[in-house]
């Protein structure tokens, strides 16, 4: 997206393997960028054993959703068949995505420290690991920008907007929600922050975005301190 707008913004509109070519050779020299690290052949297949994953988890909503409407006795045979075999398929995946993240003891370590943190399963640290890997090897700023978490402010003159989170990783932010749910409920620091932000008027979604924002920002300095998670004394 940055790449395209900033075609537009220097007067391109055309759109050619020789045109991009060259906007990405100007954009280069304007911002000075670096080139991204090269994934793994464990996180590419991290990656592909959680979208895998995904899929699996919309196949069995499908299937439950589907069943609650059979009435006839075969459908309801088959559907349960079905339901046992997703179970056994989302098991095998999970068993080998542990596999995969107990390979190295860098990942490994990782893992057990996200799952240190009050809120977040095994399920949810391997989600994490496979849609960012880079964590804690970036700061805050950086982490909340890549989740699509940063608040992006709005203003003009004296007029002020809403801020409000965009772009980032959407598969992050998924798997981000339910365990902020979680953490809302039974992390005794993010209960607290959430709790006040509730009693300020915020709404529901934006108290949630903000623990999301917590949870992962709390998880790249984990591992960038190489400590797991221990609740604030007062």
């Known amino acids: 997206m ?14 050619t393997d020789q045109v991009d070519a060259r906007m990405l050779a100007l954009m280069d ?5 670096k080139p991204q690290v090269l994934a793994s052949r464990e996180q590419r297949d991290l990656k592909k ?11 069995r909503t499908r299937a439950l959703n589907r069943q609650k409407s059979l009435t006839l006795t075969i459908l309801k045979r088959q559907a349960k068949v079905r339901l046992t075999q997703l179970k056994n398929q989302l098991d095998q ?16 370590r990782a893992h057990d420290m996200i799952c240190s943190i ?17 964590l804690g090897t970036m700061n805050g700023k950086q982490v909340a920008s890549l989740a699509g978490l940063a608040p992006m402010a709005r203003q003009s003159g004296q007029w002020r907007g809403k801020a409000f989170i965009q772009g980032g990783r959407k598969h992050l932010r998924d798997a981000l929600y339910m365990p902020a749910v979680v953490a809302a409920r039974h992390n005794p620091d993010m209960k607290i922050f959430y709790d006040r932000l509730i009693k300020a008027g915020k709404q529901t979604k934006v108290a949630f975005a903000a623990i999301m924002r917590m949870l992962i920002l709390l998880a790249n300095l984990l591992i960038k301190q190489d400590r797991e998670w221990a609740q604030k004394r007062t």
Do not use: C, Y
């Not at 940055?2 to 759109?15: E, I, L, V």
């Not at 009050?118 to 880079?134: F, Q, V, W, Y």
């Open 2 to 15: 940055q790449a395209r707008r900033f075609a537009q913004a220097h007067g391109t509109r055309a759109k």
């Open 29 to 33: 020299r304007a911002f000075s960028m």
């Open 49 to 59: 054993l959680q979208i895998a994953r995904q899929a699996l988890i919309k196949d």
């Open 93 to 108: 995946v999970d068993e080998a995505i542990n596999e995969l993240l107990q390979n190295t003891p860098e990942t490994a």
């Open 118 to 134: 009050p809120g977040l399963s095994k399920i949810s640290a391997a989600a994490l690991l496979t849609e960012m890997p880079e």
